[in-house]
């Protein structure tokens, strides 16, 4: 029994230690990109997009984020925008809408790829899936109240 928990002690600490070892690093690395402007640039770039679903342009570096990174990885630095740009509770929400469907979709497509899945059919796919499903959240949310203005109560 007590090798048990030590292998799961042992076995929890290397996965904490894995990802802190990239996430860190990428945490310091949006640091830099944001005080030289490369993330408002990034911003700018995806602001068509997300204009399409009422969204401030500042929610483009978090998608692109979720879209290359992922969800496991790319949390530390949605949460980071989120709390930077003053990103809403419902753009937030459909960032989440969005990235449930697409998140880490090139690491995936090329796991898939491997199996015999055409890779470009299964890319159109998810983000047309993402694409439509966002879409309509979109219409359904209106209320854009900011993420960090909300009374906690105990």
Do not use: C
């Amino acid at each position: 029994m007590l090798s048990i928990l030590t292998e799961a002690a042992v076995g929890s600490f290397n996965s904490v230690k894995q990802i802190a070892f990239i996430v860190i690093p990428i945490m310091v690395v949006m640091e830099i990109l944001k005080d030289i402007g490369i993330i408002d640039k990034i911003a700018r770039l995806f602001s068509p997009i997300v204009k399409i679903y009422g969204m401030k342009k500042e929610v483009g570096f978090p998608l692109v984020v979720g879209i290359v990174l992922g969800l496991s990885y790319g949390a530390g630095i949605i949460m980071q925008a989120a709390e930077d740009y003053k990103i809403s509770r419902r753009d937030l929400y459909l960032l989440t809408y969005f990235l449930s469907t697409a998140h880490a979709i090139f690491e995936d497509t090329a796991v898939f790829m491997v199996f015999g899945v055409n890779g470009p059919v299964l890319l159109i796919t998810r983000f047309t899936a993402a694409a439509i499903f966002t879409y309509i959240a979109s219409r359904w949310m209106k209320s854009d109240t900011p993420f960090l203005e909300y009374e906690v109560t105990n």
